[in-house]
């Protein structure tokens, strides 16, 4: 096991392809999903039974964290692992995404994003380095360069001078990240590609992010509103434009159709919220496809959520009782509802694992989508 990162290719079927990412904190199977624990948690669960799900990493957020309860106070609580009890791997995002669309009066100059806190107004500033040192603070193990988030509707000049923009904050966050001694000497610095939907613009940024060189690489302005056909459509370039040797992390995504599709393109790591919030709004993933667990139909169906699904609330509770728990708007319902959303994602991560590694993954996917999708 390294003590900092490497990333080996187990096996390609297509584009697709398995792995692992050996760090400090223990080994990441890829391709890999990873909860969101926005602030310090993931909602409605306790850490040791995300880890029980089968999730190898989570994520962090850094504008939550560094506003509430602060990074620096993190900090000398002994780091965000030890404060939320969670030994392995975390990522943190950069908190630009986070900026552009929760803040308020936000000023975007060259140095960084200057802001107000959504929480009680308080002004702040958040630049590259302010950003690696933020996450420095926290303990990430793999940190995310702060870059800016157009949207895809954007003008082309506008979202060609944001890539721009978003390159030299890449190298300023290089810097500073290499100025961290002993926390950048055990963690993982990812570059994020932008471009919106643009495939030269794809490119542009893909090979000034590999010329200042970085673990990994993240496909970041996607799973902002385009829609599924447009995301595949710059998948079918993006992750190809990016260093072969390094994992492809695609941000923000999504749905359990959106991973095999991602996958199919070359896509090895995902984050997203929809498997938590939908929990506790009373959706739950299924094989066979999402499921209102609100719906009348199920108020005397005795029947686990998924028969297919080895997770602790579908080994052990009815459809009709968790009817009853989210109608009723009873915090029990929100939790089972998320760790059987959070462990259903964990199943199929490794169900295209194991089919990737088989080279079956075509016939997975056709036979996923048939069932998914119906």
């Not at 599709?261 to 896509?267: I, K, L, N, P, Q």
């Not at 993933?285 to 005397?300: C, D, Q, S, V």
């Not at 996917?365 to 998914?372: E, L, S, V």
């Amino acid at each position: 096991m390294t003590n900092r990162f490497t990333f080996a290719v187990e096996a390609v079927d297509g584009a697709a392809r398995t792995g692992a990412i050996s760090m400090y904190r223990g080994q990441i199977r890829t391709p890999a999903f990873m909860p969101v624990g926005t602030a310090a948690t993931v909602k409605a669960m306790k850490p040791e039974t995300v880890r029980k799900t089968g999730a190898d990493i989570i994520l962090g957020n850094t504008y939550h964290l560094m506003l509430r309860p602060g990074a620096e106070r993190v900090a000398k609580l002994g780091g965000l692992h030890k404060f939320m009890n969670w030994d392995r791997p975390i990522l943190t995002d950069s908190g630009g995404y986070q900026v552009m669309s929760l803040s308020d009066l936000r000023k975007l100059t060259e140095k960084g994003v200057e802001f107000r806190s959504h929480i009680d107004g308080s002004k702040h500033m958040l630049t590259p380095e302010r950003s690696m040192e933020i996450q420095r603070l926290l303990g990430s193990d793999i940190v995310m360069a702060f870059d800016e988030c157009p949207r895809a509707d954007r003008p082309r000049d506008e979202i060609a001078a944001s890539m721009e923009m978003s390159m030299r904050w890449a190298k300023r966050s290089r810097e500073g990240f290499n100025a961290g001694g002993e926390h950048a000497e055990r963690s993982a610095l990812f570059g994020i590609q932008q471009g919106a939907l643009d495939e030269d613009l794809r490119k542009i940024s893909a090979d000034k992010l590999a010329d200042i060189g970085f673990d990994g690489y993240a496909i970041g302005g996607l799973a902002v509103g385009e829609g599924q056909e447009a995301m595949f459509a710059t998948l079918d370039f993006a992750p190809a434009q990016l260093p072969q040797d390094r994992p492809r992390y695609l941000m923000g995504v999504g749905k359990p159709d959106d991973l095999v599709g991602a996958v199919e393109r070359g896509v090895d790591m995902f984050d997203c919220v929809l498997p938590s919030r939908s929990g506790r709004n009373g959706q739950a993933f299924t094989w066979n496809g999402p499921m209102n667990l609100r719906n009348a139909r199920f108020a005397e169906d005795t029947d686990p959520l998924d028969n297919r699904c080895t997770c602790n609330t579908c080994n052990t509770y009815s459809r009709a009782y968790l009817h009853h728990l989210v109608k009723s708007q009873e915090i029990l319902g929100a939790m089972l509802m998320t760790e059987h959303n959070i462990a259903f994602y964990q199943q199929l991560m490794q169900a295209m694992r194991d089919a990737i590694g088989e080279g079956r993954f075509a016939t997975f996917a056709k036979d996923f989508r048939r069932d998914y999708l119906r």
